[in-house]
């Protein structure tokens, strides 16, 4: 993909389209959704990570790296293949998921859904899966392995199980392998069930010029079939307990600064195996995506590390990352990588000459712009062309949410530099990141639709309540001739991001 076409898109996770099964998926929805970008002049369609969700039902805290969520596989398409009969299916919230609801009920129509393969499938489909699982092997024997045995040990974390288990001794994963063999086929139709559909859903949005784009956490949960499969990647004692653990600083936002818990890498070791794990994983983004963004990019450079005895960040040091070894490696192997570098956050110059020496365009957040004067970075004028414009992102309030909440200053600078007021700042801040020099843009769906901030996506430092918003078609203003698809084309097509034609010029 090029990174230098001007092009603009919008941000919306797959769970938050509609759909009759509690949550978005990778069904009819996400095609009316694709057509829907492009009916609006967009090339971009930016997601959350889709590996599966973690504690909180984050995706930046998956049980693996290279896993896809269980929950965005549709269940239409495994009905239309016959091995599946749905029953009749509970009223679920249309505009919230439901987390505690759905995700049992989805995962026994799953596990109905394989059996309904295992008994029915013909000679042709068992043998693709067959040979999706040994192309796929060197992550889905340890995922699979690692879900079955947390699911017969209702969840223990894997350092409590049995010691020769937690220690992975070959005699004792043989004996797991062939005690959980029915559980282990179960994880892996489902993860050969979300590739299917993923591939499938990114041809049908390539086809119509919409580019998707993934999201990369720098960090694995602890609790994870990657950190069970090699400890010694990561800092972790005897025992396999963190020594220390990822975070940030206290600063404006946080007093106490951000405690993420996740456990660190021993890069020394990842270096030694000249970054394998990394490519590997760079290599599994790609298959299913565009382009990418790459979470908390400052890590690479230099990361925080937090004491594991320690309850909050406020005793934590720096230390130096792998800096720019990791990508020379991964791009030896791949090629050069359509990467955005997430340099939001404590950035010092390393982090720029870091994302600089890899090529990879930065972050600039509108919302941020107006805390200051002219001078400041996140306004457009200041903005380089090798930078990816938002009006706000997952982390954000909405931009009408903002304005709300913003001081009194912020207010005055932001209407002066907009020309706009309450009502039109979502149109204003996306009409000034498609005006900029910025060569992407991408807006967040709930400001295309102007929403307040009970629509945001996620509030940091909350650790409920986050993830669960949902859109409805109605929103769109489909029945009324699809206003904000009008609008959002108007204004993307006039700053070169989309095809003239969308104008209608006389």
Not at 390 to 399: I, L, Q, S
Request: glycine share 8%.
């Amino acid at each position: 993909m090029d990174m230098n076409l001007r092009m603009a898109g919008v941000l919306l996770h797959p769970t938050s389209l509609p759909g009759p099964h509690g949550s978005g998926d990778f069904g009819p929805a996400a095609y009316r959704f694709v057509d829907w970008l492009h009916s609006a002049g967009q090339r971009l369609w930016q997601m959350l990570p889709t590996t599966p969700i973690g504690p909180g039902n984050s995706p930046y805290q998956g049980v693996s790296a290279f896993a896809g969520n269980p929950w965005l596989v549709a269940l239409e398409p495994l009905v239309e293949q016959g091995w599946l009969v749905l029953p009749s299916v509970p009223e679920f919230p249309s505009l919230a998921v439901d987390y505690a609801q759905i995700c049992p009920w989805r995962e026994q129509q799953l596990r109905a859904a394989e059996a309904g393969f295992r008994a029915r499938a013909t000679p042709m489909q068992r043998q693709a899966f067959e040979d999706w699982c040994q192309a796929q092997q060197h992550w889905l024997e340890d995922y699979a392995l690692f879900m079955a045995l947390h699911a017969l040990r209702q969840g223990q974390p894997w350092w409590a199980w049995e010691p020769a288990l937690a220690r992975r001794e070959p005699a004792a994963l043989a004996r797991a392998r062939s005690e959980a063999a029915a559980e282990l086929g179960f994880w892996q139709f489902v993860q050969w069930q979300f590739d299917e559909q993923a591939r499938q859903l990114k041809a049908y949005a390539n086809a119509r010029d919409v580019r998707l784009m993934g999201d990369l956490p720098i960090f694995v949960a602890h609790d994870s079939a990657d950190c069970w499969a090699r400890p010694d990647l990561y800092l972790l004692d005897a025992d396999f307990q963190p020594t220390v653990v990822a975070g940030v600083p206290p600063d404006a936002m946080s007093a106490q600064g951000q405690r993420w818990g996740n456990p660190l890498y021993r890069w020394e070791r990842m270096a030694h195996e000249n970054f394998a794990w990394w490519t590997a994983r760079v290599k599994r983004s790609l298959a299913l995506a565009d382009v990418f963004r790459i979470d908390h990019f400052r890590g690479f450079a230099g990361y925080y590390e937090i004491p594991a005895s320690s309850p909050d960040a406020r005793l934590g040091h720096w230390r130096p990352g792998p800096g720019q070894a990791l990508f020379d490696a991964i791009k030896r192997e791949l090629g050069p990588l359509p990467i955005v570098a997430e340099d939001l956050g404590f950035i010092t110059e390393d982090v720029h000459a870091l994302r600089q020496a890899c090529g990879f365009p930065g972050m600039r957040i509108l919302q941020f712009g107006f805390g200051g004067d002219g001078t400041h970075e996140f306004l457009p004028h200041n903005w380089p062309c090798t930078s990816v414009a938002y009006t706000g992102t997952h982390d954000n309030d909405t931009v009408r949410g903002w304005w709300q909440a913003a001081s009194p200053r912020e207010r005055a600078f932001a209407g002066s530099y907009l020309a706009c007021g309450e009502h039109d700042v979502h149109w204003a801040m996306i009409r000034a990141c498609c005006n900029s020099v910025a060569h992407m843009a991408l807006f967040p769906l709930q400001d295309v639709l102007g929403l307040d901030g009970a629509h945001r996506m996620n509030v940091p430092g909350e650790p409920d309540g986050n993830w669960r918003w949902r859109f409805s078609w109605d929103m769109l203003g489909l029945h009324q001739g699809g206003e904000p698809a009008r609008v959002l084309g108007l204004i993307t097509a006039a700053s070169g991001r989309a095809p003239l034609a969308l104008l209608r010029l006389p």
